[in-house]
């Protein structure tokens, strides 16, 4: 009922095998690299407690302890992590307690979160009981004109100021 059988007489027959040949090679080499996967999180989970700074790319999650700087592109402080040090990403969230600055374009302070330092952002927001102690200070990026008249201009240079070395000799 179920076993295959093999028709020898249907008149199909499979693809021949191409020849490996030099254009074919050059096609594999110039075709584009496979899709990567999507990355996962790392996590420093909250039994850990880490000395140093982090830096990278990714995306982190911090549940432990951290005495150090933390640069990457989103971090999420867990509600039970501890922060000593400047956290930089462009999307920061607080849930746990910093103490340092935090800077990011996007940066939220949930309920849970103990913010002990300046945060500089493009976007804050701070949920109804999350405590925030220190200076806020909004940064805006610049429209592409102004970015290109700074460059355009010139700088310019302080004047020098002129030596003048008297001849103890010479009497005036």
């Given at each position: 009922?179920?076993?295959?059988?093999?028709?020898?007489g249907?008149?199909?027959?499979a693809p021949?095998?191409q020849?490996?040949?030099s254009?074919n090679?050059?096609?594999?080499?110039?075709?584009?690299?496979?899709?990567?996967a999507a990355?996962?999180?790392?996590?420093?989970a909250?039994?850990?407690?880490?000395?140093?700074s982090i830096?990278g790319e990714?995306?982190?999650?911090?549940d432990g302890a951290?005495?150090?700087d933390i640069h990457v592109?989103r971090?999420?402080?867990?509600e039970h992590?501890?922060?000593e040090?400047?956290?930089?990403?462009v999307?920061?969230e607080?849930?746990g307690?910093?103490?340092?600055?935090?800077?990011?374009?996007?940066v939220h302070?949930?309920?849970?979160a103990?913010?002990?330092?300046?945060?500089?952002?493009e976007?804050l927001?701070?949920?109804?009981?999350?405590?925030?102690?220190?200076?806020?200070s909004?940064?805006?990026?610049q429209?592409?004109?102004?970015?290109a008249?700074?460059?355009?201009?010139?700088a310019q240079?302080a004047p020098?100021a002129e030596v003048?070395?008297?001849?103890a000799?010479?009497?005036s």
């Amino acid at each position: 009922m179920f076993s295959k059988t093999t028709n020898s007489g249907s008149g199909r027959s499979a693809p021949p095998s191409q020849p490996v040949s030099s254009s074919n090679l050059d096609a594999l080499r110039t075709a584009p690299p496979p899709r990567q996967a999507a990355r996962v999180a790392s996590i420093l989970a909250a039994d850990l407690v880490f000395e140093g700074s982090i830096t990278g790319e990714g995306e982190l999650l911090v549940d432990g302890a951290v005495k150090g700087d933390i640069h990457v592109s989103r971090l999420v402080i867990g509600e039970h992590a501890h922060v000593e040090g400047t956290v930089r990403g462009v999307s920061v969230e607080v849930r746990g307690q910093v103490t340092g600055n935090v800077e990011g374009k996007s940066v939220h302070l949930l309920q849970s979160a103990h913010v002990e330092g300046d945060i500089t952002h493009e976007q804050l927001s701070i949920d109804v009981g999350a405590f925030f102690q220190g200076r806020c200070s909004q940064f805006r990026p610049q429209p592409p004109a102004q970015v290109a008249q700074a460059i355009a201009a010139p700088a310019q240079a302080a004047p020098l100021a002129e030596v003048i070395s008297l001849d103890a000799h010479q009497a005036s």
